[in-house]
């Protein structure tokens, strides 16, 4: 009997203190949400605009009448960038020296045109699909490298022109593309959610820090967008790309999800309106949202209902075991 009622305090404890969590953040929200417009003709950076998500912003920002630095890893589709009118720099993420040489380039830029940085958009991604258990370490290193280390690297490399931009009276943002795999973690996905909770961390913190500054920091977690970087993890679940231990212990695993994901397909959001519609939010609003949930994760059902609920199964020591069992039955 005294074992139910700790039980049963622990419960109402855990619930009383996340409602009075959840009205604090509405409150704080409400009252320190509101950032400096940005230059209307600012320049932006967005990494991993060769194709998708990166692509269409890059064109989207521009229409509004930014001047858009596409970065990319390759010539091939710097000329690309080139021949639909955006400014290309050639940029990996995972080269250091890549990195130096476009902030050199965008510097020169600034200095020179008076127009100032006023965004940089961490959107290079990379993704696989397979079982922690058998997952190869270089695999996660390069991914981990992509959207870990890569952003963290590209931001504090920009950021002091985006200092620049503030101390001479301007607004500045930063977005970072995360997923709502950062939200939850579903088998075979485990890698990739690592390095979205990773962002999510990121993101967070960085906000904190340079909130003081004047500088908004904002997350855009997609859910099923039909890109090509989908059929990039889709490539991973086929069966001829399965070691003889991931055909043995995940084989109906893979199968499933090779079928879940071409139903997604049939339902996800064409590239790229929603997206757009979210990061330009991030950037030319004055009241920028700290995370944004475009898309569906399920026939006509947003993202952005789905994922407050999911978060909330955080919150309480005694939902893990729940929310792990409707994956298991949906999964």
Known sequence: ??????????????????????????????????????????AVLITGASSGIGLSAAKHLQSQGFHVFAACRKEKDAQKLTNVGLNPLIIDVTKESTIDEAVLAV???V??????????????????????ETVDMRVVRQVFDVNVFGALEVTQKFLPLLRETVEAGGGARIVFIGSVSGIISLPLNGVYSMTKYSMEAMADTYRREL????????????????????????DTVKEDSLTLNEKRFYGKDFAHLEKKMNKRATFAATCCDVTDTAIANAVISAYPKTRYYPAVVAP????????????????????????????????
């Not at 045109?113 to 993704?127: H, K, Y």
């Open 300 to 331: 006509h059902v947003p993202a952005w209902i789905v994922t407050p609920l999911i978060r909330s199964f955080g919150i309480f020591t005694m939902t893990d075991r729940i929310l792990d069992s409707i994956i298991r039955m949906a999964f």
């Open 107 to 109: 510097t020169r830029y």
């Open 211 to 234: 909130h003081k500054f004047g500088i908004s920091v904002s997350m855009v977690n997609p859910a099923y967008v039909n890109t090509n970087f989908r059929q990039r993890g889709a």
């Open 1 to 42: 009997m005294c074992s139910s009622s700790r039980l049963t305090g622990k419960i109402i404890l855990d619930f009383t203190l996340g409602i009075f969590f959840l009205l604090l953040a509405l409150i704080l929200a409400t009252s320190f949400s509101k950032f400096p417009l940005v230059h209307p003709n600012g």
């Open 111 to 132: 200095k020179t045109s008076g127009i100032p940085l006023v965004s940089i958009i961490n959107n290079a991604g990379s993704t696989t699909k397979k079982p922690l």
